[in-house]
């Protein structure tokens, strides 16, 4: 079975500077997706970033940009020039990549912006 | 991309009771999913609801305590029976979009249950 490890419940960063959070994942697959999704206190869940594992280049979208290292089964989001509206909690995910299969999530990261 | 709604956003109920959450999709999908959130931890999956076929669990969810019905392409409700404040958690429904490639699963805003 496929499992997502975050290893940092919680994490603080100060406006503007740059914070990485971690995530590790085991799986035998070859062919799945990793995200990164983001929930505020509205509990909607948005979408914050995918990486599709045949793909070496990491997945970048605006301030945010992932480390996706295959062999070390390692998938880690990096948020540059953070604002008060990133924080939240953020959730790593695995998803094989046939249609309808779900999604695994890790236990989510607490993330708290200092202005 | 699907937008979602679910019914009701917030419910507080007595134990022994049961609710029915409502998901609405504004396009019609074949994958839904229901998820639970519990207090302060990460989503599990309750199962899969395709249109047209009974509803696949995940271990540790059962049939009796979470019956589904997915009725047409664009609607589904989740049934949480016999109710204990164990079961006080956040519902969510996702639907999976896309034909083929890249099919991304989108959330709806979730319904907060609280179970005295």
């Known amino acids: 079975a496929q499992t997502v490890t975050q290893s940092q419940p919680e994490m603080s960063v100060q406006e503007a500077e740059t914070v990485t959070l971690s995530c590790t994942y085991d799986t035998s697959e070859s062919d799945y997706y990793l995200f990164w999704y983001k929930q505020p206190p509205s509990r909607q869940m948005i979408l914050v970033i995918r990486?599709?594992?045949?793909?070496?280049q990491n997945a970048t979208e605006n301030r945010f940009s992932v480390n996706f290292q295959k062999a070390a089964k390692s998938f880690s989001l990096k948020i540059s020039d953070s604002q008060l509206g990133d924080a939240a909690m953020y959730f790593c995910?695995?998803?094989?990549?046939?249609?309808?299969?779900?999604?695994?999530f890790g236990a989510g990261t607490i993330l708290r912006v200092k202005s | 991309s699907a937008v979602i709604s679910q019914k009701p956003s917030r419910d507080i109920c007595q134990r022994g009771t049961s609710l029915t959450i409502q998901c609405q999709v504004d396009?019609?999908?074949?994958?839904m999913f229901w998820y639970r959130q519990q207090p302060g931890q990460s989503l599990t999956l309750i199962a899969t609801a395709n249109q047209g076929s009974e509803a696949t669990y995940e271990s540790g969810f059962v049939i009796d305590k979470f019956p589904i019905s997915r009725p047409n392409l664009t609607f589904s409700t989740l049934t949480v029976s016999n109710m204990s404040p164990e079961d006080s958690s956040i519902y969510l429904c996702?639907?999976?979009?896309?034909?083929?490639?890249?099919?991304?699963?989108?959330f709806g805003p979730g319904t907060r249950l609280t179970v005295l």
């Open positions: 990486q599709e594992a045949y793909k070496q």
């Open positions: 996702s639907v999976e979009e896309g034909t083929s490639g890249y099919n991304e699963q989108f």
């Open positions: 396009s019609q999908v074949t994958m």
């Open positions: 995910a695995y998803r094989r990549r046939e249609y309808g299969n779900k999604l695994v």
